[in-house]
T-cell receptor
Framework: NAGVTQTPKFQVLKTGQSMTLQCAQDMNHEYMSWYRQDPGMGLRLIHY???????DQGEVPNGYNVSRSTTEDFPLRLLSAAPSQTSVYFCASSLTGRYGNSPLHFGNGTRLTVT | AQSVAQPEDQVNVAEGNPLTVKCTYSVSGNPYLFWYVQYPNRGLQFLLK??????LVKGSYGFEAEFNKSQTSFHLKKPSALVSDSALYFCAVRGGLTTSGTYKYIFGTGTRLKVLA
């Protein structure tokens, strides 16, 4: 099993550009989520999904969109990149989010720089 | 509101010595607690969790964690540290129930463990 796969690994954008960060999991997990990791701030939840066709906002959703058309894929779109979105982005999935007892499986991250 | 704190930004320990990485929490109700490890340029990996039961939880790579309800702590421990244990460690707690009927996870800010040869 590949687990959680994120692409690309690195990306440099200019302010105002848009892009999509890809995330795919092959574990048939119901729950998928996106986090950003910034120094001294831990991980902050951007968006999450409890199943195909269902998404919801996390702690820091502004400037990002998501969709979940299949169980496997959960892309994150940056609509108009800003320097404040420079960060490392992680996709994570778990079997279910219904009980809060399922460990998260993380991808290896996308390091994004916005200039 | 649920929260988790890791009071130390960095912990240094000599190889072969026991290590402790601290975590305290604040939740309403029974806590669901997790530890993750992050190696350089990698995602977080699950180490162990406490949901209920024994206060001493054993996990991957020889790590264990002690749940202490009276001190609201969930410290990560290992009897004998290895240089390869050097990494960033995150404590997490189950957050509140969302309108989607699911639970979020709240992460601490991380503690960098450095094991010195």
């Amino acid at each position: 099993n590949a687990g959680v796969t994120q692409t690309p690994k690195f990306q440099v954008l200019k302010t105002g550009q848009s892009m999509t960060l890809q995330c795919a999991q092959d574990m048939n997990h119901e729950y998928m989520s996106w986090y950003r990791q910034d120094p001294g701030m831990g991980l902050r939840l951007i968006h999450y999904s409890v199943g195909a066709g269902i998404t919801d906002q996390g702690e820091v959703p502004n400037g990002y969109n998501v969709s979940r058309s299949t169980t496997e894929d959960f892309p994150l779109r940056l609509l108009s990149a800003a320097p404040s979105q420079t960060s490392v982005y992680f996709c994570a999935s778990s079997l279910t989010g219904r009980y809060g007892n399922s460990p998260l499986h993380f991808g290896n991250g996308t390091r994004l720089t916005v200039t | 509101a649920q929260s988790v704190a890791q009071p130390e930004d960095q912990v240094n320990v000599a190889e072969g010595n026991p290590l402790t990485v601290k975590c305290t929490y604040s939740v309403s109700g029974n806590p669901y607690l997790f530890w993750y490890v992050q190696y350089p340029n990698r995602g977080l990996q699950f180490l162990l969790k406490y949901i209920t039961g024994d206060n001493l939880v054993k996990g991957s790579y020889g790590f264990e964690a002690e749940f202490n309800k009276s001190q609201t702590s969930f410290h990560l421990k290992k009897p004998s540290a290895l240089v390869s244990d050097s990494a960033l460690y995150f404590c997490a707690v189950r957050g509140g129930l969302t309108t989607s009927g699911t639970y979020k996870y709240i992460f601490g800010t991380g503690t960098r463990l450095k094991v010195l040869a």
